[in-house]
T-cell receptor, first 118, second 117 residues
Framework: GAGVSQSPRYKVAKRGQDVALRCDPI?????LFWYQQALGQGPEFLTY????????KSGLPSDRFFAERPEGSVSTLKIQRTQQEDSAVYLC????????????????FGSGTQLSVL | AQTVTQSQPEMSVQEAETVTLSCTYD???????LFWYKQPPSRQMILVIR??????QNATENRFSVNFQKAAKSFSLKISDSQLGDAAMYFC??????????????FGTGTLLAVQP
């Protein structure tokens, strides 16, 4: 596609529900990041994929958060048993090249999914 | 650990005037990238300008320029001839140049820029 696509744009969940957020990166992009942006804050890193391999999940806040990218393209961020503190915008970003080297990598962001947990 | 600080939660500028947004950061590394991103209400992060730490020359992109002071760990953004479309949240961000760890972006808390007609 022309850009990074995320769905749904808005998601309202009752506390305790499981949610799944989808990211379609730009076709052919190797690197994929998930960020969490709480209200009034800057985005914070959650996890990083290089193709299908999840190379860094150090930012995931708890074991209720799980991300996958099984075929190296579409990625899903799953949150189990949602809590009110999970309310945030979840941003996905992709890049053509690997991030473990120096280079002129440009990162493309999606418009995010705004999750509200009631 | 690296940190990025934006001390101006909100700024306002008149259309056609110039405004400067401030950013300071902390790192022990010598090679890194610094960025300014714009986030309009659509939520999509848009890259405004990028600076490589090993380059002494300040980056410029049309009406946008930076004042990079490496020793002071300061990285301010100057917007000249401000336009109504410049109104948005602006984030300063840091990324290490290379290394074994993920080259994730570390963001500041943002500055909300309003442009007055």
């Amino acid at each position: 596609g022309a850009g990074v696509s995320q769905s749904p744009r808005y998601k309202v969940a009752k506390r305790g529900q499981d949610v799944a957020l989808r990211c379609d990166p730009i076709s052919g992009h190797v690197s994929l990041f998930w960020y969490q942006q709480a209200l009034g804050q800057g985005p914070e890193f959650l996890t990083y994929f290089q193709n299908e391999a999840q190379l860094d999940k150090s930012g995931l806040p708890s074991d209720r958060f799980f991300a996958e990218r099984p075929e190296g393209s579409v990625s899903t961020l799953k949150i189990q048993r949602t809590q009110q503190e999970d309310s945030a915008v979840y941003l996905c970003a992709s890049s053509l090249v690997r991030f473990r080297g120096a280079g002129d990598e440009k990162l493309f962001f999606g418009s995010g999914t705004q999750l509200s947990v009631l | 650990a690296q940190t990025v600080t934006q001390s101006q939660p909100e700024m306002s500028v008149q259309e056609a005037e110039t405004v400067t947004l401030s950013c300071t950061y902390d790192t022990s590394e010598s090679d890194y990238y610094l960025f300014w991103y714009k986030q309009p209400p659509s939520r999509q992060m848009i890259l405004v300008i990028r600076q490589e730490a090993y380059k002494q020359q300040n980056a410029t992109e049309n009406r946008f320029s930076v004042n990079f002071q490496k020793a002071a760990k300061s990285f301010s953004l100057k917007i000249s001839d401000s336009q109504l479309g410049d109104a948005a949240m602006y984030f300063c961000a840091y990324r290490r140049h290379y290394g074994g760890a993920t080259n994730k972006l570390i963001f500041g808390t943002g500055t909300l820029l309003a442009v007055q007609p």
